[in-house]
């Protein structure tokens, strides 16, 4: 049940990063799932490097949408470098 647990919440975290940064990321619904898992796993690294979560503490909803903001915002940089 964890697991579906982190895929409805990436779907979530995913879909508020894609309005909260203006442009068109496109993607489907499962690459929007798949930002937000990502964002979460950012999120919680950054996280525990930075000494905000303890070893095995992850990090929750708001969490996870900033990790998916960082992860939309360097995949734009990086897609819009190779379109130059």
Partial sequence: ?????????????????KLIIPGRQGGGI???MLLGV?????????????????????AGL??????AIIVLLIWGALRGRRNV
């Fill in 1 to 17: 049940m964890g697991f579906i647990w982190t895929l409805i919440i990436g779907l979530i975290a995913g879909a508020l990063a």
């Fill in 62 to 67: 708001i969490g996870a949408v900033v990790g």
């Fill in 30 to 32: 499962i690459v929007t």
């Fill in 38 to 58: 990502v964002g979460a796993f950012v999120a919680t690294w950054l996280g525990q490097a930075l000494g905000w979560y303890a070893p095995g503490e992850g």
